[in-house]
């Protein structure tokens, strides 16, 4: 796919379609021709103001002969201006601008007091006045025209081709994007352009280059009309060919569903999510009811312990005063006898004395008597309570092993429902489009909030038409709830899933708290990681590893910000796959090392911004991790990825800061988030090309924006007056991301040998 930007993203209703550069036709019933001729070929132009580019179509029944091209484009809020003449800015404003070169090279421009410049490199940040001959060489797009989310400019158009017919030779093909893309070939002779056969679709450029990924993963796939079949069903994406394909199973029936039936489907799912949800919150309460009981049970069976202790503590005291009295007693019948004996040998004692001591004895003799019955009546109490605590203890150990039994059984459903409940959020989230946006309006204290909060998830602003985003954050909103509804997306990069959390928003609008937040009451980023390595230590039939990276993004160019050397690195791409080769990796087993890896990136980060004479406001952050979990027993690999990225403030550059290096900063975060902008457009379309490479951060994001992954956007705004004109930019941005449908996220599991299965084989990572 070329990157030539020879196509620029009007608005719905208009198309501008270049000429190929073979100067084959894309002429047409329907397509009236804009002669914006190039120097080089000569001018046939039909105004003589018309910009001098290369050659542009309009597919408009409106455009007549003669009329003139600006205005057309101004009709539809687009100009580009050809020449600093073309559109007189005011004095005093700033205009950011791109130029998109004829060769496919873009650049960031800057309009400012009537003249136009150019940053030549990123490198040598230096900017160069506007070369007069450009403006015959390309198209410059303001920062306006291409808004995030409006209107994305400078894709190539790579759905222009040809085909060689036997009999009619080489005819123009073209791609066309209505409901669904529909491939074309132009008839000469009908001057019309008519829908392609299969067999003849088979011969032409674009679809060759489709079907060889296709081929290439699915050899046994003889068929070409069929897979062209499948091919067309899927919206002419390969990958999702493929994965059609795959999951139809060896027949190779393709069963691409319908447009009603999804929605059926997808009504379906979610009302069985509510009716799982419901479920599921009885049997959460259900369970910790129980939870509750046995809590109470095992207290109850704790002081019937206590109760028993305690009355063996009592028995074993009575036995030995049981004993002790025994032993007194014996004593006591000895010394007494002895006393007898001795009163009776004691013939001289005194006949008073003697019957005072009889007195004692028989006293004494009684007391033994009473004391024994008082022992025997104790011991059989004694005995009945020991009976009794013994058979209490039987009873609660059988209830807590009953309601154990039962909770197992509770908490083995409730698992089961929490995996069906995410099987079904996936299914749900693929459906939709995987795209979440999700808008937060700061606290402030010092300013009165001019937002309105609707109900089901909206926001407007002075009355106006109101902006509807998955979740509305309202200013008294806690992380914690910012967190909640964010979990299910994060956690599913366990699942083997490429998840992205992104944060976009003007600056001080609280992206940075909403991701980072402050040590004691932390955001996303932080909760994440915890989340993770909990259900990581849950998952024991699974090993898993956690790795770290974190790179920063300034002025379109990358740095590692967990290296001391803070060094400059590449981004390379194979196919859909991006590395950054230096980028270094820290493993992560504990919260320790996730704040260690935090604390290490924010001091790199401090000590850059110093180096570079910047604010880390100016710099887009990019925190990653990665999970890979190894099967223990199937031994399959499941590789997750999560990214979370702090932008920089995406607010507009003021006149009053544009100088030097801050006008630098200006343009490489215009262009960067331009081009996500543009991203989000292109998926949004389902363009064919979607133009990762405008920038360093769309390119970095790349894995996680494709078809494969899983996104989740915060758009942040303050609840300022003053900063009214921002907020509304940054909800427009959010509400256009929110249309974009990334297509069905998949997992990446990779099946292994047995034998490293269990560790065996250690080259198989
Ligand atoms: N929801 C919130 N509740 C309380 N304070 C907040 C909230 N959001 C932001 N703040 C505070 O507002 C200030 C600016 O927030 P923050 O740094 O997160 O903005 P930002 O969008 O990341 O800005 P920058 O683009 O400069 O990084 C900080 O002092 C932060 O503590």
């Known amino acids: 796919m070329g ?3 020879s196509q620029i993203q009007l608005p719905d209703n208009v198309q501008i379609i270049s000429r190929s550069s073979d100067g084959s036709s ?3 019933k329907g397509f009236k021709e804009v002669e914006i001729t190039s120097s080089d070929k000569g001018s046939t132009s039909q105004a003589s103001n018309r910009p001098k580019t290369s050659k542009w179509q309009s597919h408009l029944d409106e455009v007549t002969d003669g009329q003139d091209y600006n205005e057309i484009l101004a009709k539809h809020g687009v100009s580009l201006n050809e020449n600093s003449n073309a559109k007189d800015y005011p004095e005093d404003e700033l205009v950011m ?20 410049y150019y940053l030549d490199s990123w490198e040598t940040m230096d900017w160069q006045p506007f070369p007069n001959e450009w403006y015959e060489e390309g198209v410059l797009v303001t920062e306006q025209e291409q808004a995030p989310g409006q209107v994305a400019g400078g894709m190539g158009d790579d759905r222009e081709g040809s085909l060689d017919h036997p009999d009619r030779g080489k005819l123009s093909t073209y791609l066309f994007e209505e409901s669904r893309n529909v491939h074309y070939w132009y008839d000469d002779t009908s001057g019309t352009w008519i829908k392609m056969p299969l067999s003849w679709e088979l011969r032409s450029e674009i679809v060759s280059k489709l079907l060889n990924p296709v081929e290439e993963a699915v050899p046994e796939w003889k068929d070409k009309h069929d897979m062209l079949a499948a091919l067309r069903a899927s919206n002419y994406d390969p990958h999702d060919t493929i994965a059609t394909y795959m999951a139809a199973g060896e ?3 393709i069963q691409a569903l319908k447009n009603d039936e999804d929605a059926k489907i997808l009504k379906e799912k979610e009302g069985k999510v509510i009716e799982l949800t419901t479920k599921f919150k009885k049997l959460k309460r259900r369970y910790d009811k129980q939870g509750q009981e046995l809590e109470e049970q095992k207290k109850e069976r704790k002081n019937a312990e206590d109760l028993i202790a305690q009355l063996r503590d009592r028995v074993s005291t009575l036995e030995a005063e049981r004993s002790s009295t025994i032993a007194q007693l014996e004593a006591f019948q000895q010394s007494s006898k002895g006393r007898r004996g001795s009163i009776k040998s004691e013939a001289g004692l005194h006949p008073d004395v003697a019957k005072a001591l009889k007195k004692v004895v028989t006293q004494l003799h009684k007391e033994h008597v009473e004391l024994r019955i008082e022992a025997v009546r104790n011991f059989q109490k004694m005995d009945e309570l020991i009976k009794q605590a013994r058979a209490g203890s039987t009873k609660l150990a059988l209830a807590n092993q009953g309601s154990s039994e039962e909770v197992d059984e509770l908490r083995d459903l409730y698992r089961r429902e929490c995996l069906q409940r995410k099987l079904l959020y996936n299914k749900l989230q693929e459906m939709r489009g995987n795209i979440r946006v999700f808008c937060r309006c700061r606290h402030d204290d010092n300013s009165l909030c001019c937002l309105d909060f609707g109900r089901d998830n909206e926001i407007s602003t002075g009355g106006k038409k109101p902006y509807s985003f998955d979740k509305v954050f309202e200013p008294t909103s806690k992380q914690e709830e910012v967190f909640e509804e964010a979990k299910p997306i994060i956690t599913s990069c366990i699942d083997g899933y ?4 992104i944060a976009y928003g003007q600056t001080g609008s609280g992206k940075t708290y909403t991701m980072m937040g402050p040590p004691e009451d932390p955001g996303v980023n932080v909760r994440s990681v915890k989340e993770l390595l909990n259900i990581c230590s849950e998952k024991t039939s699974v090993d898993f590893t956690l790795k770290a990276s974190m790179m920063e993004i300034y002025n379109e160019t990358v740095h590692d910000l967990l290296s001391d050397d803070l060094q400059q690195l590449e981004i390379r791409a194979k196919g859909n796959k991006i590395t950054i080769p230096g980028l270094s990796e820290m493993f992560v087993e504990s919260m320790e090392d996730i704040e260690h890896i935090m604390d290490l990136g924010d001091q790199n980060r401090s000590v850059a911004s110093t180096k570079m004479n910047s604010h880390s406001s100016r710099s887009h952050l990019i925190f990653t991790i990665t999970i890979e979990g190894r099967d223990k027993v199937s031994g399959s690999v499941t590789t997750g990825q999560l990214t979370l990225c702090d932008l920089a403030g995406s ?14 900063e200006a343009a490489a975060i215009n262009k960067s988030l331009t081009s996500l902008g543009q991203v989000f457009t292109a998926l949004r379309n389902g363009q064919l090309h979607i133009p990762y490479r405008n920038s360093k951060l769309t390119h970095v994001l790349q894995p996680c924006l494709g078809g494969d992954a899983k996104a989740c956007l915060f758009v942040t705004v303050s609840p300022a007056e003053r900063n009214l004109s921002e907020t509304n930019s940054t909800m427009t941005f959010g509400s256009n991301a929110r249309q974009v449908a990334l297509g069905e996220a998949k997992r990446n599991v990779k099946k292994v040998p047995a034998s490293s299965a269990w560790g065996l084989d250690s080259d198989s990572d």
């Open 651 to 664: 607010e507009r550059v003021s006149k009053t800061e544009a100088t030097g290096q801050r006008l630098i």
């Open 97 to 116: 601008e791109t130029f998109y070169h004829n060769s496919g090279t873009s650049y960031s421009c800057i309009y400012q007091s009537g003249q136009r």
């Open 3 to 5: 990157s030539s930007p």
């Open 498 to 501: 490429n998840v992205c959390i």
């Open 26 to 28: 894309s002429r047409s």
């Open 251 to 253: 027949a190779g029936h």
